[in-house]
């Protein structure tokens, strides 16, 4: 029984280790040399009595760490979820008790310990990004309330009105909150989409290189075809005449038996190979009955029709056959296949500007909730409305054969036939889920074409 092609493209990334430890001590050198700018201007320049051995002790604990970091690792080390989180929360709790001896929220780059819970957010699992943000709110909180005012070298102290500093905590607050749930959003989503582009890239390899496989398996069924009757008919012959010699006799039957079973091999063999200078292209019926053929046999009827739309050609158009077109209808066979209780549709339509293909099925349809998002990676449109066991998958089918497609100028558009959720008895036909497919015919219309020639030989 066919079983989803997603599920056996390869091992899952894990998004583990991909935090360079290198790249968060140059992180931590640059903040390092913000701070200690930012503490000689405000001494020296805008005469700020500021705390320097304490200062500069907390900046000088975030030089030690990096320090400390450089020779114990290799430039080569990643940081695993828990290690990236670790060394965050130390830039964050370093900028928290800087921050409180340097005037608390009236500092203005009070701001900056948003970056550690950012950071965090595109390089982290949720779980730690959640912890990070927390602990941000807490810090910050902390130094709102215990912290150092600034104050000049005449004794003037630096105040901002109360209402004022509230309002700086609160938008620190939101700002945690915020930032940190878009920036892992929008990462996740990247992430997810890398996964799935790199799924695509295998399966259309893979359909690639089938095609390019039963190419050489149909030329040598081709080539070896003749030899083979040659035998079978000398074979045939030396029987015959053997008559009086029962054991010379039995080899020639064997020899002509073994030569037929070489055909047979051949041909089953044979069939895979399209790559045949005349199959290069071919009618868009042979194409579909082509994509759909692994599930003849599955115990669901696949009916095909196919028909002009008004003002098109009576004769049925021939198409490129493209691997990714192929391997892309098949797998809109295989899901409707798959949800299907009886039936399952594979209608063509054409006219001079477009070719239009749709698979539909009688099963129960897309669930609404998730009918706007499909072809989205890592989203399994009907696995709550399965009732095949055999049914298994990692939500990369339709997002594969959507790419796949959209690579060929088509357009895509799923939806649901006629009243998909009615009770079982009252469904009319085609009332399950639909897929249409739509081409430019300039896009996968192939040109008419004399004859072709002689195949090309196998070169050795």
């Given at each position: 029984m066919p079983q989803r092609h997603e599920a056996q493209l390869g091992p899952p990334e894990t998004h583990q280790d991909w935090v360079r430890l290198r790249t968060l001590i140059f992180l931590r050198w640059a903040a390092i040399v913000g701070q200690l700018g930012a503490i000689a201007i405000a001494y020296y320049i805008y005469d700020i009595a500021l705390d320097l051995p304490l200062c500069l002790a907390t900046v000088g604990a975030a030089i030690?760490?990096?320090?400390?970091?450089?020779?114990?690792?290799?430039?080569?080390?990643?940081?695993?979820?828990?290690?990236?989180?670790?060394?965050?929360?130390?830039d964050m709790a370093q900028l928290a008790l800087l921050l409180s001896i340097t005037g608390g929220l009236t500092n203005p780059f009070a701001l900056l310990i948003l970056v550690p819970v950012t950071i965090a957010a595109t390089a982290l699992s949720?779980?730690?990004t959640i912890i990070l943000g927390l602990a941000t709110m807490v810090m910050i909180s902390i130094v709102a309330l215990i912290y150092l005012p600034l104050e000049t070298h005449s004794g003037e102290i630096l105040t901002v009105p109360a209402v004022f500093e509230f309002g700086y905590w609160l938008a620190i607050v939101i700002g945690v909150a915020f930032l940190g749930a878009y920036a892992h959003t929008i990462s996740n989503e990247n992430r997810s989409m890398g996964d799935a582009l790199r799924a695509t890239q295998l399966a259309l390899a893979r359909e690639q290189k089938l095609t390019d496989l039963g190419g050489v398996?149909?030329?040598?069924?081709?080539?070896?075809?003749?030899?083979?009757?040659?035998?079978?008919?000398?074979?045939?012959?030396?029987?015959?005449?053997?008559?009086?010699?029962?054991?010379?006799?039995d080899d020639a039957l064997?020899?002509?038996?073994?030569?037929?079973?070489?055909?047979?091999?051949?041909?089953?063999?044979?069939?895979a190979g399209k790559d045949d200078l005349h199959l290069r292209t071919a009618p868009l019926l042979a194409v579909l009955r082509e994509a759909a053929e692994p599930h003849f046999e599955r115990g669901i009827d696949i009916l095909f029709d196919t028909r002009p739309l008004p003002g098109g050609s009576e004769r049925q158009p021939t198409i490129y056959r493209y691997p990714e077109l192929i391997h892309a209808l098949r797998n809109f066979v295989q899901n409707a296949v798959d949800f299907a209780r009886t039936t399952v549709w594979v209608e063509a339509e054409w006219d001079e500007e477009t070719i239009r293909v749709r698979v539909s099925d009688d099963g129960r349809g897309y669930p609404s909730n998730v009918l706007n998002r499909i072809g989205d990676p890592f989203l399994q449109p009907r696995s709550n409305a399965s009732e095949r066991k055999e049914y298994e998958g990692m939500g990369l089918g339709v997002f594969i054969a959507k790419t796949l497609l959209e690579r060929t100028g088509a357009q895509l558009a799923f939806f649901n036939?006629?009243?998909?959720?009615?009770?079982?008895?009252?469904k009319p036909l085609r009332c399950g889920a639909v897929v249409e497919v739509r081409w430019p015919a300039a896009q996968i219309l192939a040109p008419e074409t004399g004859a072709l020639g002689l195949n090309q030989p196998i070169l050795t």
């Open positions: 030690a760490a990096n320090v400390v970091a450089i020779y114990l690792f290799p430039d080569t080390k990643r940081l695993t979820q828990t290690e990236a989180a670790a060394t965050l929360m130390f949720r779980s730690a398996v149909a030329a040598a069924a081709h080539e070896l075809g003749t030899p083979l009757a040659t035998i079978k008919l000398v074979s045939s012959e030396l029987a015959d005449e053997l008559d009086a010699y029962p054991e010379l006799r064997l020899i002509r038996e073994q030569a037929d079973r070489c055909r047979d091999i051949l041909h089953s063999m044979g069939r036939g006629d009243a998909p959720y009615d009770a079982q008895s009252d």
